[in-house]
């Protein structure tokens, strides 16, 4: 199972993704569905084609672990 770490980037509204994994999948997306849709399109390009199973080859399995910190000001 490959692991996809993503990130809120509360300043630039908008989740980071990458891999270490998957190296060279860098991802950016304004929502976590999307950026889940952007690596299952990416992900193909970055792994080897499995020639030793052909078309039954097993699905690719993909953990996303999302981390979200929000900061909320005062009431004075």
């Not at 020639?51 to 399995?61: L, M, N, Y």
Request: hydrophobic share 40%; net charge negative; aromatic share 10%.
């Amino acid at each position: 199972m490959y692991q996809v770490k993503a990130y809120w980037d509360a300043e630039a509204r908008i989740w980071h993704g990458d891999s270490c994994d998957l190296p060279g999948l860098s991802v950016r997306a304004a929502t976590m569905e999307d950026l889940i849709a952007d690596v299952r399109d990416r992900v193909l390009d970055l792994l080897p084609p499995d020639r030793q199973w052909g078309s039954s080859a097993p699905p690719i399995s993909i953990s996303f672990i999302a981390s979200r910190s929000e900061q909320i000001a005062r009431r004075y």
